[in-house]
């Protein structure tokens, strides 16, 4: 069946620019996650849903971050006002349930500001 | 808080010589310990992980982790890599009462020589 799916794949933008991320989970997957992976590090998580609502929106750095999941499939994250040390590739994960142990992930979205 | 060091970020190893990831972590609840791969250009996929039970987990291509809790650790072996084995490996801890968000480490590019 088909895995998590993001668009765009690449993303470049300048600074100050707005910019909208898509995540598509694996369908029937209730929890769906974001996390960053800035260049040489590993992912950090940003936001989580459960259904319709952010469970945990911790992880979000400030408030130009912003993430929606309006009919509890699809997801997008919104970054206003982009700056350079947003760059990194956007990660999404998926799982079946919020306590399930196996979290599937997508190919990312690369984004980089100029 | 639960924070994961990778204490090597590169290993270099010849093909058909053996190989370990070290893995530690923190944490003042009881977690679960995953170990996932990013290939050259593609996601993150899990590659193991520890839930209960038996302290050592296995992979379907012969990689291997114990969980030792007296040592926090949680390290990746492998007895005979091979040049597909060259990628990122990222250790990972999540809590159950956390929503199942993951902590990573920073990685270990394993690059296999022949």
């Known amino acids: 069946g088909a895995g998590v799916s993001q668009t765009p794949s690449n993303k470049v933008t300048e600074k100050g620019k707005y910019v909208e991320l898509r995540c598509d989970p694996i369908?029937?997957?209730?929890?769906l996650y974001w996390y960053r992976q800035s260049l040489g590090q590993g992912p950090e998580f940003l936001i989580y849903?459960?259904?319709?609502?952010?469970?945990?929106d911790s992880g979000l750095p400030n408030d130009r971050f912003f993430a929606v999941r309006p009919e509890g499939s699809v997801s997008t994250l919104k970054i206003q006002r982009t700056e350079r040390g947003d760059s990194a590739v956007y990660l999404c994960?998926?799982?079946?349930?919020?306590?399930?142990?196996?979290?599937?992930f997508g190919p990312g979205t690369r984004l980089t500001v100029l | 808080a639960q924070s994961v060091t990778q204490l090597d970020s590169q290993v270099p190893v010849f093909e058909e010589a053996p190989v370990e990831l070290r893995c530690n972590y923190s944490s003042s609840v009881s977690v679960y310990l995953f170990w996932y791969v990013q290939y050259p250009n593609q996601g993150l996929q899990l590659l193991l992980k520890?839930?209960?039970?038996?302290?050592l987990v296995e992979s379907i291509n012969g990689f291997e982790a114990e969980f030792n809790k007296s040592q926090t650790s949680f390290h990746l072996r492998k007895p005979s890599v091979h040049i597909s084995d060259t990628a990122e490996y990222f250790c990972?801890?999540?809590?159950?009462?956390?929503?199942?968000?993951?902590?990573f480490g920073g990685g270990t590019r394993l690059m296999v020589k022949p």
């Open positions: 994960a998926s799982s079946l349930m919020w306590d399930s142990n196996e979290q599937f």
């Open positions: 369908s029937g997957h209730t929890a």
């Open positions: 520890y839930l209960s039970g038996s302290t």
């Open positions: 849903f459960q259904g319709t609502g952010a469970a945990d």
């Open positions: 990972a801890v999540s809590t159950n009462n956390a929503g199942n968000m993951l902590t």
